[in-house]
């Protein structure tokens, strides 16, 4: 028995043309935000409808039976989206949110690295061992992130589920799915929108797409 998850990151958030960690700040969808999962959410809806292998190199063969999302307004807005060729409403999670980034939230990168310059390069370097100031550890997030995965996948056995979050968030079921050591997190990269595609053979993972996007 195979259950597949749609692992999808919300679109682009306002204010998304200057990087910084938004992290738990509720910040809304952008319109171009919007216009990327109403493609991608075509494009599954498109994928569900059809038998043959399409371009995201796997099968679904049947619609999406439900859609989870963090609580935070750019992943629930995403969700519903997502969900809504299927009349589906979408179910909240709390532990799927993004990560803490503590005393960095808001700030860009560039003014982190003027006023923790010391810290900042310990955390790019080696995010697990090093964490976001009074923010979440990497391994705090994991286990939050893994026991919800645990729990969706528990309740949605054989079927294919939908879960829309955060980059963080993204990056650690990627690494725990492929095995990839914590502390190269930032290795794999999830854009705005982006879609990961993972099937569960009897706990087995494979990854059969890993953040593809559709363009305009």
Same mark, same amino acid.
Not at 90 to 113: C, H, N, Q, T, Y
Not at 177 to 190: A, C, E, H, M, T
């Given at each position: 028995?195979?259950?597949?998850?749609?692992?999808? !990151?919300?679109?682009?958030?306002?204010?998304?043309?200057?990087?910084?960690?938004?992290?738990?700040?509720?910040?809304? /969808?952008?319109?171009?935000?919007?216009?990327?999962?109403?493609?991608?959410?075509?494009?599954?809806?498109?994928?569900?409808?059809?038998?043959?292998?399409?371009?995201?190199?796997?099968?679904?063969?049947?619609?999406l039976t439900?859609?989870?999302?963090?609580?935070?307004? #750019?992943?629930?807005?995403?969700?519903?989206?997502?969900?809504?060729?299927?009349? /589906?409403?979408?179910?909240?999670?709390?532990?799927?949110?993004? !990560?803490?980034?503590?005393?960095?939230?808001g700030m860009?990168?560039?003014?982190?690295?003027?006023?923790?310059?010391?810290?900042?390069?310990?955390?790019?370097?080696?995010?697990?061992?090093?964490?976001?100031?009074?923010?979440?550890?990497?391994?705090?997030? !994991?286990?939050?992130?893994?026991?919800?995965?645990?729990?969706?996948?528990?309740?949605?056995?054989?079927? =294919?589920?939908?879960?829309?979050? =955060?980059?963080?968030?993204?990056?650690?079921?990627?690494?725990?799915?492929?095995?990839?050591?914590?502390?190269?997190?930032? !290795?794999?990269?999830?854009?705005?929108?982006? /879609?990961?595609?993972?099937?569960?053979?009897? #706990?087995?993972?494979?990854?059969?797409? /890993?953040?593809?996007?559709?363009?305009?």
């Amino acid at each position: 028995m195979v259950t597949t998850v749609y692992l999808i !990151r919300h679109g682009e958030t306002e204010g998304a043309e200057i990087k910084r960690y938004k992290g738990t700040l509720d910040v809304p /969808l952008s319109e171009k935000g919007t216009g990327q999962i109403e493609r991608l959410s075509q494009y599954l809806f498109k994928l569900s409808n059809t038998n043959r292998v399409a371009e995201a190199f796997t099968n679904p063969g049947m619609a999406l039976t439900a859609v989870y999302c963090s609580d935070l307004s #750019r992943a629930q807005k995403s969700a519903e989206i997502i969900a809504r060729p299927y009349s /589906l409403i979408p179910k909240v999670v709390p532990a799927l949110r993004e !990560r803490s980034f503590g005393l960095w939230e808001g700030m860009s990168f560039d003014e982190i690295r003027e006023q923790y310059p010391d810290e900042f390069n310990a955390w790019a370097g080696n995010p697990l061992e090093f964490s976001p100031m009074n923010g979440e550890t990497t391994l705090e997030v !994991r286990d939050r992130v893994i026991d919800a995965l645990e729990m969706i996948l528990r309740s949605n056995a054989g079927e =294919h589920v939908a879960v829309v979050a =955060h980059g963080g968030v993204n990056r650690i079921v990627l690494c725990h799915v492929l095995g990839i050591p914590l502390q190269n997190i930032f !290795r794999v990269d999830q854009d705005f929108a982006a /879609l990961n595609i993972i099937e569960f053979w009897d #706990r087995y993972p494979v990854v059969k797409l /890993l953040n593809g996007t559709i363009r305009e």
